[in-house]
């Protein structure tokens, strides 16, 4: 091979490597599939959830709109694996932490309420074709643990 063709090969190598590792872009507008998610909910009925993404390289900018006033919402994380004081429900703040691993972003958050501390871990992962977004979680509260499942279809 000449020093042209092997420079070549060895740049086409490096840069396919760096766009395996960038982690997936949850960017975009995604509605909750109320019949392949699973969530707790105080009434039974699962609320329809609208959540409108925009990821640049290192924040997470999300704005979640829900027929349940409850779940209405915005946020925004650093993607930096740093903790972080993000604003919750009812003006409380939470200690965030968002990291990748691999090409789940999974986000740890500790909260302090009126009857103790409550943590929960999302597991955020993107489908291989880019058309599904599933949040993970676990909760665990002075009210006791409990698991979710939250599918997203990309609009």
Known sequence: MSKKTSLAFIVMVVFCSLLLAAPPDF????????????????????????????????TLKVKQESSSE??????????????Q???????????????????????STVREGQQGTTTSTERWQLSADGKTLTIAGKNQSPRGEFESKMIYQKQ
């Open 27 to 58: 960017s975009g507008k995604w509605v909750l599939n109320k019949d392949q998610s699973e969530m707790r909910t105080r009434d039974g009925e699962k609320p329809d959830i609208t959540m409108t993404i925009e990821q640049a390289a290192d």
């Open 70 to 83: 409850f779940m209405n919402r915005e946020y925004s994380y650093k993607l930096n694996g740093e903790t």
């Open 85 to 107: 004081e993000v604003e919750g429900r009812g003006g409380r703040m939470s200690k965030v932490t968002p990291k990748w691993e691999g090409d789940v972003l999974v986000v």
